[in-house]
């Protein structure tokens, strides 16, 4: 994208009003005085502080500089009434740019003003230029104006102010920054869809702390870039996510989240693949379904967002549509990432007593999945299948429907494994094929429960944690396969044809 050219189109084009709205000032006002010197124009910027003041671009040291005019070069004016008063007087076609003037929309003569100087572009040629993080215009003067979005980095850039950042800090330190290749693909990945300012910043916090990229930089790049954008809420950012290690079984899934890594973090790369979209985990309680969204995320070095449907509902009461579209708005700035729906039956029942909301929220969502062409891969999951609207388990809506069933013997010796380990005891103490024959219908949840039971009565007993406190914890708990049983039974029924094994 060439932000001069697409200004110029804009200019040229006669708006009377121009918005734009960003947090780099610097950059709009210079491009802006670029502009006009181009179209033969002069230049004004407005502020609060330093008054309304003729200004221009000097090529020489790519600087915005005062300009002397005749008409100007009395006491510049502050007040922004004034200011416009004299806007409006002045004979000089041209820029004039005005920022954070926002703040003063409340006020009738200001609206007024603007309007009668937007009515008289086509006779007197000047352009307002509104700048400032968020413009919301008067519906009086509103349909007068057009918005202009400076460009963002692409990875090309971004790269090229990493490696920026890092020869000042070789040469602050008198040693180069350490980088992993893998890290830094991912750092700058993840640094898409910021400004030009915010990713140096992010930059060189990320070199600052060690004089290293390494994969420990991007929870924090992540949630930073979070903070930023994503403060209303709507989606929230998860800092933990897991990894394949900390899942057990699920052999086939994550197989078919390996073939897609590289797909979805470096899409340029793959360009001739479409990228995938989201899976469905369908299955019984405590199979590990959220820890395995969690886990996609965390392989795939891409922030955790999560979409509670909950939260939609109540944010703003009435206001569910325009929210859904807000959070998958931010999901797309936070593109590549995960976007995790934890039990969407629950935000999408098929009943319809909500007066329609939740059926369109859902095609709301089936609309955005369609026809978003970033990388966004939702993973959502479901315990309850009797109540998944048909549409969204129809084929070519997800990739796939994976079914999470109870865990087999080989799996369950698996999560066992990770389980002790995870408490920091060694596994070559332990009989895993006999806990696992005696476990037999356990969920992933029911083992864990298991292991943390049987390492209190270790703990009571002052001796190490063995088989037996295990075996004694697994005596005591009727699993889910017994409490469950007809539940579990037409779960698996329905999961036949539609879905594919997990594991
Ligand atoms: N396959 C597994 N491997 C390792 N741990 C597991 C596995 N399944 C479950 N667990 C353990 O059980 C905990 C609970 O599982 P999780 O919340 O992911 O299940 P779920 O399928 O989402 O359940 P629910 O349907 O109740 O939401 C996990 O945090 C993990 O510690
Ligand atoms: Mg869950």
């Not at 392989?299 to 955790?304: K, Q």
């Not at 569910?320 to 999901?331: C, D, F, G």
Request: glycine share 6%; charged share 25%.
């Amino acid at each position: 994208m060439n932000d001069m050219h697409d200004l110029e189109v804009i200019l040229r084009s006669h708006f009377p009003i121009i918005t734009i709205e960003s947090h780099e000032e610097r950059r709009a006002t210079e491009l802006l005085a670029r502009a006009a010197a181009k179209l033969g124009q002069c230049f004004h910027l407005w502020t609060i502080t330093d008054g309304l003041r003729p200004h221009k671009y000097n090529s020489d040291t790519l600087e915005l500089v005062d300009a002397d005019t005749e008409e100007f070069n009395t006491e510049p004016e502050h007040d922004p009434i004034k200011a416009l008063r004299k806007i409006k007087a002045s004979t000089q076609p041209g820029i004039y740019a005005l920022l954070d003037f926002h703040d003063h929309f409340d006020d009738a003569v200001i609206v007024r003003l603007i309007k009668e100087i937007a009515q008289d572009h086509n006779i007197e040629g000047k352009t307002l230029v509104l700048i400032s993080h968020e413009i919301q215009l008067p519906a009086q003067i509103a349909h007068f104006s057009a918005s202009f979005d400076l460009s963002l980095p692409d990875k090309d850039k971004i790269k090229q102010l990493l490696m920026d950042e890092a020869k000042v800090w070789a040469l602050k330190n008198g040693n180069n920054v350490k980088a992993d290749p893998e890290a830094m693909e991912l750092l700058i990945t993840n640094l898409v869809g910021l400004t030009v300012s915010d990713t140096k910043r992010f930059l060189r916090s990320a070199i600052h702390n060690d004089g290293a990229i390494t994969h420990d930089d991007l929870p924090d790049i992540q949630k930073a870039k979070y903070d930023l954008i994503g403060q209303d809420g709507l989606v929230s950012f998860e800092y933990d996510t897991a990894k394949f290690s900390d899942v057990g079984g699920m052999k086939q899934l994550k197989q078919w989240l390996d073939r897609r890594k590289a797909l979805f973090t470096s899409p340029e790369q793959s360009n001739t693949l479409d990228a995938p979209k989201g899976i469905l985990l369908v299955g019984v309680q405590g199979g590990g379904k959220s820890l395995t969204a969690k886990a996609v995320a965390g392989v795939w070095g891409v922030p955790l967002l999560r979409l509670d449907f909950g939260v939609l509902y109540n944010k703003f009461f009435g206001e569910t549509e325009k929210n859904i579209r807000k959070a998958l708005k931010l999901a797309e700035v936070m593109a590549p990432c995960v976007l995790w729906i934890d039990e969407i039956e629950k935000g999408i029942a098929t009943g319809d007593y909500d007066s329609g909301t939740s059926k369109r929220l859902l095609g709301t969502l089936l609309t955005w999945m369609a026809e978003s062409n970033k990388h966004v891969f939702i993973v959502a999951t479901a315990n309850d299948i009797q109540a998944l609207p048909p549409e969204l388990i129809r084929k070519g809506r997800l990739d796939e429907i994976f079914f999470v069933d109870l865990p087999n013997n080989e799996t369950r010796q698996e999560i066992f494994r990770i389980h002790i380990n995870k408490r920091q005891h060694d596994t070559n103490n332990f009989d895993l094929g006999l806990l696992a024959d005696h476990s037999d219908g356990f969920s992933g949840a029911e083992i864990e429960q298991a292991i943390v039971g049987a390492c209190y009565s270790a703990v009571a007993e002052e001796i190490s944690l063995n088989s037996n406190h295990v075996l004694e914890e697994i005596g005591r708990t009727k699993p889910l396969s017994i409490v469950m049983q007809e539940k579990i039974s037409s779960l698996r029924a329905w999961a036949k044809n539609r879905t594919v094994p997990a594991d």
